[in-house]
């Protein structure tokens, strides 16, 4: 479910285990996640994290499956889920260390907000990426502090709301992406900015990135609230559930009868 494994230079690559779902994200990956984030935060020998995806997709976001249960726990018990989601992308926000997501594949949803939490992000220029929440009836609230910090309110009206599928290209333009290469360069284009990466005082590199986040304001822990009860929320309504229902059912949503969209 989770790969980790860190090199004699301190590298660590955490790679999403997933292939078969494209790397969506259930309550015990999210939790796995956070904990490794804590655990590398802490671990001196860290020098540098690389995130990425195995399989064909770097992350289509959310489980459905895990979703759709979790829409019927208990107000409390579905806040809690998406709060540790919330907690999650925190943790990788503020990892003392530098971060690097290498995105081999479609990143969708909840995949955003790992991109968008991590300090910078390289790309194959066939990856497809996509805020799509509201074509299921959701929101994309717990990652919206992270994707608002890239791409900035006026792109999010549109991406938000559109939830249209944009390639890598638009990935950079957006702010999303540093760096679009072939598949094939991917790899020489990571060992290069890791390269650079080991150049850095590693205590220079985390005030570095402590100086960013004090100047240009972080994700507090209220917003991480208010977000997880935002989506918690909404996965709880009728038109929440029948989105869920009809993405896992093969079939348009209510909102869609009748269209030929």
Same mark, same amino acid.
């Given at each position: 479910?989770?790969?980790?494994?860190?090199?004699?230079?301190?590298?660590?690559?955490?790679?999403?285990?997933?292939?078969?779902? #494209?790397? @969506?994200?259930?309550?015990?990956?999210?939790?796995?996640? !956070?904990?490794?984030?804590? &655990?590398?935060?802490?671990?001196?020998?860290?020098?540098?994290?690389?995130?990425?995806?195995?399989?064909? /997709?770097?992350?289509?976001? +959310?489980?459905?499956?895990?979703?759709? =249960?979790?829409?019927?726990? /208990?107000?409390?018990?579905?806040? =809690?889920?998406?709060?540790?989601?919330?907690?999650?992308? #925190?943790?990788?926000?503020?990892?003392?260390?530098?971060?690097?997501?290498?995105?081999?594949?479609?990143?969708?949803?909840?995949?955003?907000?790992?991109?968008? @939490?991590?300090?910078?992000?390289?790309?194959? &220029? #066939?990856?497809?990426?996509?805020?799509?929440?509201?074509?299921?009836?959701?929101?994309?609230?717990?990652?919206?502090?992270?994707?608002?910090?890239?791409?900035?309110? !006026?792109?999010?009206? !549109?991406?938000?709301?559109?939830?249209?599928?944009?390639? @890598?290209?638009? @990935?950079?333009?957006? +702010?999303?992406?540093?760096?679009?290469?072939?598949?094939?360069?991917?790899?020489?284009?990571?060992?290069?900015?890791?390269? #650079?990466?080991?150049?850095?005082?590693?205590?220079?590199?985390?005030?570095?990135?402590?100086?960013?986040?004090?100047?240009?304001? +972080?994700?507090?822990?209220?917003? !991480?609230?208010?977000?997880?009860?935002?989506? =918690?929320?909404?996965?709880?309504?009728?038109?929440?559930?029948?989105?869920?229902?009809?993405?896992?059912?093969?079939?348009?949503?209510?909102?869609?009868?009748?269209?030929?969209?």
């Amino acid at each position: 479910m989770l790969l980790v494994d860190k090199d004699e230079r301190g590298v660590t690559t955490v790679t999403l285990n997933r292939p078969e779902i #494209h790397n @969506a994200m259930n309550s015990e990956l999210i939790e796995l996640l !956070r904990k490794t984030f804590v &655990d590398l935060n802490q671990d001196g020998s860290v020098r540098v994290v690389v995130l990425t995806g195995a399989g064909k /997709s770097f992350s289509a976001g +959310g489980d459905l499956n895990w979703m759709k =249960a979790s829409a019927g726990y /208990s107000p409390e018990e579905n806040e =809690a889920e998406a709060l540790n989601l919330a907690e999650m992308l #925190h943790r990788l926000n503020v990892l003392s260390k530098p971060t690097l997501a290498v995105v081999q594949g479609a990143a969708l949803a909840g995949g955003m907000g790992l991109i968008s @939490a991590c300090d910078m992000a390289i790309g194959a &220029d #066939h990856a497809i990426f996509g805020i799509t929440e509201v074509r299921i009836g959701l929101i994309p609230a717990t990652i919206s502090p992270y994707l608002l910090q890239v791409m900035g309110a !006026r792109q999010a009206r !549109r991406y938000f709301q559109t939830a249209e599928r944009f390639d @890598a290209m638009t @990935a950079k333009s957006l +702010g999303f992406l540093n760096e679009v290469v072939s598949s094939e360069a991917l790899g020489s284009k990571r060992d290069e900015l890791v390269a #650079h990466l080991l150049k850095g005082g590693p205590m220079a590199l985390a005030k570095s990135k402590q100086l960013i986040s004090d100047m240009a304001g +972080g994700v507090s822990s209220e917003v !991480r609230s208010d977000t997880a009860k935002r989506i =918690a929320d909404i996965r709880a309504t009728q038109e929440g559930l029948e989105g869920l229902s009809s993405f896992l059912e093969k079939r348009k949503p209510s909102w869609l009868s009748g269209s030929s969209s």
